[in-house]
């Protein structure tokens, strides 16, 4: 079965530094689908990345960026120089071909203070 | 573009009370789901829709049904609410299909409710 382990349950930091989120997922399907998504206190969910488990580019866009690595099961999610308006709970998300299913983790809360 | 929308945004019932969760989405997707969030839970899946016109089990379907009105909505029913279905319920959709590989879940807002 498939499972996605967030063990950060909450991370701290003061504004500018940088803040990796680890996720860690189990999956038996040789492709699969990986997601982040970001949880404001507003509470909508907005989508942030789609990674596929054959593309083990890492990815940049802007403060953020995503490290996969195939070989220790996990999908890691760095932002740079955090801003206060980061502050949110981030979710990583596994999604295996044989279903339409996300199966997500527990959850980061990250305070950035000012 | 609203995307995902959701009705209420709060609810508060008694216990044996019923209530429907509306959810409507403007994407021409042709999945949908509704998830459950409680805390330090994550999300999980209650029931989803593949496509019009067929409906599946999540995760956590006992004391829900769910309702594939037409493409666009999916509601979701609570016949007898219980206190242990408080939660935040999650809306979301997405094209699925063919473009499976590609398929990016979307969320709407989000209901609150709580079960006295």
């Known amino acids: 079965a498939q499972k996605v382990t967030q063990a950060q349950t909450e991370i701290s930091v003061v504004e500018k530094e940088d803040v990796t989120l680890d996720c860690v997922y189990e999956t038996r399907d040789t492709t699969y689908y990986l997601f982040w998504y970001k949880q404001p206190p507003s509470g909508e969910l907005v989508f942030l990345i789609r990674r596929n488990s054959f593309d083990e580019q890492n990815e940049i866009s802007g403060r953020y960026s995503w490290n996969f690595q195939k070989s220790t099961s996990s999908f890691n999610f760095t932002i740079t120089a955090s801003q206060v308006v980061d502050s949110a709970v981030y979710f990583c998300a596994l999604r295996e071909t044989s279903g339409s299913r996300l199966t997500f983790g527990e959850g980061t809360q990250l305070t950035v203070n000012p | 573009n609203a995307g995902v929308t959701q009705t209420p945004k709060f609810q508060v019932l008694k216990t044996g009370q019923s209530m429907t969760l509306q959810c409507a989405q403007d994407m021409n997707h042709n999945s949908m789901y509704w998830y459950r969030q409680d805390p330090g839970m994550g999300l999980r899946l209650i029931y989803y829709?593949?496509?019009?016109?067929?409906?599946d089990k999540g995760e956590v379907p006992n004391g829900y049904n769910v309702s594939r009105l037409n493409k666009r909505e999916f509601s979701l029913r609570l016949e007898s609410a219980a206190p242990s279905q408080t939660s935040v319920y999650f809306c979301?959709?997405?094209?699925?299909?063919?473009?499976?590989?590609?398929?990016?879940?979307?969320f709407g807002p989000g209901t609150r409710l709580t079960v006295l």
């Open positions: 829709s593949a496509s019009e016109g067929t409906t």
């Open positions: 979301a959709s997405s094209e699925m299909g063919l473009a499976a590989s590609t398929d990016t879940q979307y």
